[in-house]
């Protein structure tokens, strides 16, 4: 059975930053990338932040400069480090992992960026 398990999410001032982590366990077959999307009220899921098992990353223009997403493969976690966040940032994140046999995906956590 695999899990992914989130946790960083919060309420944050415009201009805070948050850091939001994700540990995958159990038997994961040939991982190819980890990543985050979001999904805000009313609106589709979209990518966030992803990087592949050689280190390549692709950002949403929306977050370039803003956010970097990392891994640490050893302990299949990936982060996501968010800097001066906006209130379009606001929305349920979730985490992904892709691999060779299925996508698995976090419960999502939430990140609110308010005044």
């Known amino acids: 059975q695999v899990q992914l398990v989130e946790s960083g999410g919060g309420l944050v001032q415009p201009g805070g930053s948050l850091t939001l982590s994700c540990a995958a366990s159990g038997r994961i077959f040939r991982i190819n990338a980890m990543g985050w999307y979001r999904q805000a009220a009313g609106k589709e899921r979209e990518l966030v932040a992803r990087?592949?098992?050689?280190?390549?990353?692709v950002y949403a223009d929306s977050v370039k400069d803003r956010f970097t997403v990392s891994r640490d493969s050893a302990k299949n976690t990936v982060y996501l480090q968010m800097n001066s966040l906006k209130p379009e940032d606001t929305a349920v994140y979730y985490c992904n992992v892709e691999s060779w046999v299925s996508d698995y995906w976090g419960q999502g956590t939430q990140v609110t960026v308010s005044s």
């Open positions: 990087i592949t098992t050689r280190g390549t990353t």
